[in-house]
């Protein structure tokens, strides 16, 4: 099982992430490295775990404004390999994504519906990860267009559609260190679509955690809080 460590962004700093509630994201503090530049907290991932695969949430973006593809283009040419999540609204806002050379994260939360995804993923296949935004266990977005609209139903039609990346994301569960809580899902969604790569994310607290997401069957583990404050050690990420 791969750990892939999370550096959300906002107006050119890594901040800390907690619940969802951005308005109250400050700029991010970490024993790992000095400052919230986005390349010293990556090079801090790769020195102290040996991470170079990262998951950027360019929260900015998110947001409506434009990704911010210079710091993207830093990272890669740092060697580091990135799925990024910009917010993507159309097939068209994937282009400057592709032509850094990132993974595409096509989050529920700002995704218009599922034609949108479909037209995304014929143009770029595995390089799509869908999120399953969640709060609480209830999806995010708009749902209207989905033929059901509960995670269950929206993964399955995600899948129909060609999905092989599929991210189940609890907003509220992140960085306050509270556990899962979607550990029966990955669970459900490993057993029903074996040829699909289910990672998880939101609420990681330790080593206990990522076995028990192994034993779900996830293949991937998104993880910011529980590295910087030295409750997952290289150890055990090691011993994965």
């Known amino acids: 099982m791969r750990i892939i460590p999370v550096i959300d962004l906002m107006d050119a700093k890594v901040v ?29 991932f790769r020195e102290h775990f040996g991470l170079t695969e990262l998951y950027l949430a360019d929260l900015d973006a998110i ?19 990135l799925w990024v999540d910009a917010g993507v609204r159309t097939l068209r806002e994937t282009q400057a994504l592709a032509e850094v050379g990132a993974g595409i994260v096509v989050g529920l939360e700002t995704l ?3 034609d949108t995804l479909a037209e995304t993923l014929a143009v770029y296949g595995e390089r799509v990860m869908f999120s399953l935004d969640l709060r609480n266990g209830a ?42 809580g979607t550990e029966e899902l990955c669970a459900l969604l490993a057993s029903m679509y074996p040829d699909v790569e289910i990672v998880a994310g939101g609420g990681i607290r330790d080593r206990a955690d990522l076995l028990k997401l192994k034993q779900c069957g996830v293949s991937a583990v998104l993880v910011a809080s ?15």
């Open 139 to 180: 999806p995010l977005g708009r749902l209207d267009g989905w033929q059901r609209p509960d995670a269950h139903g929206i993964s399955a039609e995600a899948v129909a559609l060609g999905v092989r990346r599929l991210l189940v994301l609890d907003l509220a569960r992140v960085g306050v260190g509270a556990g899962i």
């Open 63 to 81: 947001t409506g404004q434009p990704p911010m593809i210079g710091i993207f283009a830093a990272l890669r040419d740092d060697g580091f390999a």
């Open 112 to 114: 218009p519906g599922p």
């Open 16 to 44: 800390h992430a907690v619940a969802g509630r951005r308005r109250e994201y400050r700029p991010l503090v970490t024993p790992l490295c000095d400052g919230s530049a986005p390349l010293a907290v990556a090079r801090a």
């Open 226 to 240: 529980a590295l910087h404050t030295g409750r997952i050690t290289r150890a055990d990420i090691d011993s994965l």
